[in-house]
Structure formats: structure tokens, C-alpha cells
């Protein structure tokens, strides 16, 4: 009768464990994975007014293919070296996988050893024993044994854990791509930047050579009565006025030195570095079909892994209604009054216990954390659509960017000409004739001076914007 009643338990335990293995197999707690639905048209609408007619992308190209200046490879090599931020985030993707191999481990057993000596002197006048029974009040008990915990596996709460640790690396790995492509454009974006300053103080050293010798020409037309000192006084006033922009340039030059070694990770020094015109970023421009966005820019890589964190997050919080399992180990191992006992095969013993949690009354806790689970779900996917937003913004602003500059260099070109051909016909005319007099030399030459640096300006826009173009495509991390 006994015997039956054993089997028929044991029976039902192992129903009860196949017909929650059935539940969880069949998916009713956890949910998988899938990529969300994005708002209708987001995707295909990306790239505003560009008709896209190629799937490959300059986002594809490598970091050291895409610059070809050695300076400027040597420079990103030294940031991706030594910069502090990047450094951090190395560290985080190390303590995120840390933090991974902790959740996998969480499918083993846990087993801790646990040796005990144990001193006991009882008190005579507890016992209630007559006097005449005579018994050892002292004793000394040795133990040498492990515990051990295991919690089955049911309801896929521990695999949500696990994938949510999971998702959690590769947001930290994502994280790192990201600012590695913003750190390579940015050393970029300063090496441009500073090789514009370079050749604007260096138009700007030329232009006060060409108004020293202006100064020169018209001392020698006041002497000849051509014309008054007036003019000769405006034309030092404009030679000075070209002079006090080198110091401001030069200041310029040492503060995007120094930001860049900050970039660098090294010590304020120079920073080696090529000519403007000696450089060339030309590229078609190649963006790809807007779905490879999810592919290649890190930053929407993120916000999807954390989309997905927050998606396990709500599986953990909803397995956590449900009982867990629990095989426990008590003790295992010997344990006797003496040590020299301790070996004896009768000194072994163990304990094994099976329990079930099921959570009864927790004032709404877990609730509200499964509320809150879907809630922070939401914003993440949210904020997953907005990187998406953001990346086609980024690309279209680029883009027209870049185009935008074309239009303008062609334009920029037959200025300076003009001007170059405005200043010399007056010079003329103020040498030759009294007709004009040097304030319409002057106005020329300051206003081909700015055109000239405005061209630079130009010239550095359009390298950036081809940058900008790299980085939104998520160029630099492969």
C-alpha cells in the first residue's frame, strides 16, 4: 500500500514538472524576440527628395580607406589608442560582459562548502534525567560538508535574464561603436579645421605682403602729387587691419591643437599635419537603400539592444508571477563527534529538499513592476523609431550640404576673379588718373579678402559635410 502511494506521488510530481515543461515550451509566459513594426512609411521616407538607386553605402568603406592622409591615420590610430571616454568605454562593454557570464551561470548549481566544529557544554540542571544516569555534557562535533541550491528552469524567467544580459553587452558593445565613430569624425573634422586655419593665415601673411607693398606704391604717388595723404592713411588703416587678424588666427590654430590632444589622449604639442590643397575627400556619394541604416549605424544598433532589454526586462517581470522551483542540498557530506570517527562510512550524511515558491501576497509589487516593464518598454521602443529619425536627418542634412557647397564653389570662383580684376583696375586708375581716389581701391581689396577666406570657408564645409556624410552613414566603426 505504501509502495503504491510512493509511485502514485511521484507520479504527479513528474506530471505536474512535463505539463509546466508543455506550458513553457509552448511559449504562454515569455515571448521571443522580433523586430518591431516602425510607424508606417518611416523607413522608406528617410532619405528626404534622394532617389535612391544603389544599395551600397560609403558608411561600408573602412576608416582607413575612407581618409587618406597618413598624418591624419596616424592621428585616429593615437585617439583609438589612448582616448579617455573610448578607454570607458571599453571598460563598460568588459563589465556588460561580465555581467553575462553571471546570468549563464545561473543555469548551474550553485554548491558551497561549509566545514563546522561545534563545542557544546550542556547544563546538567536542564536534563531532566535522574542522577544516577551518568552522561558526556561536553561534546565537540565535526562537520565537512557542502550545500547546494538549483532552480529548475520553467517558466523562462531565467533565460529573459540571461537574454537581457545579453541584449545589455552588445548595447555597451553598440555604445562603443558609436562613439568610435564620432571620435574618428571628430579627430577629422579638427584636422580639416585646422589645416583651413593654416591656409587662411596664410592668404591673410600674403594679402599684408601685397598691402605693404601697396603702402610702398602709394608713398611714392604722394611724393609725385598723384595723390593726398588721405589715401596713403586708409591704406596703412587697411594694412593694419589685415595684421591684427594673424594674432587671432594664431590663437585660433594652439586652441584646436590643444582640443585635439585632448582627443589624442597626449600632451599639448604641435600637431603634424599636410596642406589643405594637399588633401582630397572626393567620393561618390553612395547612401545606400535607408533600411541598412539598422545595420550600419551603431547608435540605432544601441537602441534596439536596449529596446530589447527593456523587451526581456518584461518577460522577467511576468515569469515572476509564476512559481519557481527550487531542488536544495541542505547538507551533504560527515559529520561525527570525533574526529577520529570523521572517515567512518556511518558518519556520512545528506539532506535533499524540493520547494515551490509561488508568490501569493506582494501589495501589488509585481504588478507594478510588470506596469512598469511595459512602460519602459514603450519609451524604448519609442526612442528606437527617434534614432532611426535622427539617422535619416542626419544623412539628408549631409547630403544637401554637401550639394549645397557645389553650387556655391562655381559661384565663389567668378567673385574672387572679379574682385582680383576690381582691385587691379583701380590700382591702375589711382596710378594713372585722378579719377578714383583709394577708398575704391580699399573697398575691393577687403571685400576680396573676405571672399577669399569665405572660399576656405566653403572648402572646409564641403569636407565636412563628406565627414558628416561618413559618420551618419555609420563610416568608421568597421
Not at 551518568?134 to 520553467?154: A, D, F, Q
Not at 518577460?315 to 527550487?326: D, G, L, Q, R
Not at 512602460?375 to 527617434?386: M, T
Request: glycine letters at 4%; proline letters at 3%; one cysteine or more.
Amino acid at each position: 500500500m505504501k509502495n503504491n502511494m510512493k509511485r502514485f506521488s511521484v507520479k504527479i510530481i513528474a506530471g505536474i514538472l512535463f505539463g509546466l515543461l508543455v506550458l513553457n515550451a509552448c511559449g504562454v509566459v515569455t515571448k521571443k524576440y522580433e523586430r518591431p513594426d516602425f510607424s508606417e512609411g518611416l523607413v522608406d521616407s528617410l532619405y528626404r527628395d534622394t532617389t535612391v538607386t544603389d544599395t551600397l553605402s560609403i558608411g561600408d568603406i573602412s576608416w582607413e580607406e575612407f581618409f587618406k592622409d597618413p598624418k591624419l591615420l596616424v592621428l585616429i590610430d593615437e585617439a583609438l589608442a589612448n582616448n579617455y571616454d573610448f578607454q570607458n568605454a571599453v571598460l563598460s562593454i568588459q563589465a556588460a560582459e561580465n555581467s553575462l557570464k553571471q546570468s549563464k551561470l545561473a543555469f548551474l548549481p550553485s554548491l558551497d562548502f561549509s566545514p563546522s566544529v561545534t563545542y557544546n557544554n550542556t547544563s546538567q540542571n536542564s536534563l531532566n534525567l535522574p542522577p544516577s544516569v551518568n552522561i558526556n555534557l561536553k561534546t565537540t562535533n565535526v562537520s565537512i560538508g557542502v550545500t547546494s541550491s538549483w532552480e529548475l528552469e520553467i517558466w523562462g524567467k531565467m533565460t529573459a535574464a540571461k537574454n537581457k544580459a545579453y541584449a545589455s553587452f552588445m548595447k555597451a558593445e553598440s555604445g562603443k561603436r558609436a562613439y568610435q565613430t564620432s571620435l574618428i569624425s571628430s579627430v577629422a573634422e579638427s584636422y580639416f579645421t585646422l589645416m583651413a586655419l593654416d591656409k587662411q593665415l596664410e592668404i591673410t601673411l600674403r594679402t599684408i605682403d601685397l598691402r605693404k607693398e601697396t603702402v610702398n606704391t602709394l608713398s611714392s604717388l604722394l611724393e609725385a602729387g598723384t595723390i593726398t595723404r588721405a589715401d596713403l592713411v586708409q591704406a596703412e588703416s587697411n594694412l593694419y587691419a589685415a595684421e591684427i587678424q594673424v594674432p587671432e588666427l594664431r590663437r585660433s590654430i594652439r586652441e584646436l591643437e590643444n582640443a585635439l590632444c585632448v582627443l589624442l589622449g597626449k600632451p599639448f604639442q604641435t600637431i603634424d599635419r599636410s596642406k589643405l590643397d594637399e588633401v582630397d575627400l572626393s567620393r561618390e556619394l553612395m547612401v545606400g537603400v535607408p533600411a541598412r541604416l539598422l545595420q550600419n549605424r551603431p547608435d540605432v544598433m544601441e537602441a534596439e539592444w536596449a529596446f530589447r532589454e527593456a523587451f526581456e526586462q518584461t518577460n522577467v517581470a511576468k515569469a515572476s508571477f509564476y512559481p519557481s522551483i527550487t531542488l536544495t542540498s541542505g547538507t551533504f557530506g560527515i559529520s561525527a563527534l570525533t574526529t577520529r570517527t570523521l572517515l567512518d562510512p556511518k558518519s556520512i550524511f545528506a539532506n535533499i529538499v524540493g520547494g515551490l515558491t509561488q508568490p501569493l501576497f506582494q501589495r501589488g509589487k509585481l504588478k507594478a513592476n510588470h506596469r512598469n516593464a511595459l512602460l519602459a518598454q514603450q519609451q524604448a521602443f519609442n526612442n528606437f523609431e527617434k534614432s532611426m529619425l535622427v539617422a535619416g536627418q542626419e544623412v539628408t542634412d549631409a547630403l544637401f550640404a554637401y550639394k549645397t557647397i557645389e553650387e556655391k564653389e562655381a559661384i565663389r570662383e567668378k567673385q574672387i576673379e572679379a574682385l582680383q580684376n576690381a582691385v587691379t583696375f583701380r590700382m591702375k586708375l589711382l596710378e594713372f588718373t585722378s579719377s578714383t581716389n583709394y577708398t575704391d581701391v580699399l573697398t575691393s581689396e577687403q571685400a576680396l579678402l573676405g571672399a577669399q577666406i569665405e572660399e576656405i570657408s566653403d572648402e572646409l564645409s564641403k569636407y565636412k559635410a563628406m565627414i558628416h556624410l561618413y559618420r551618419a552613414l555609420g563610416g568608421g566603426w568597421k
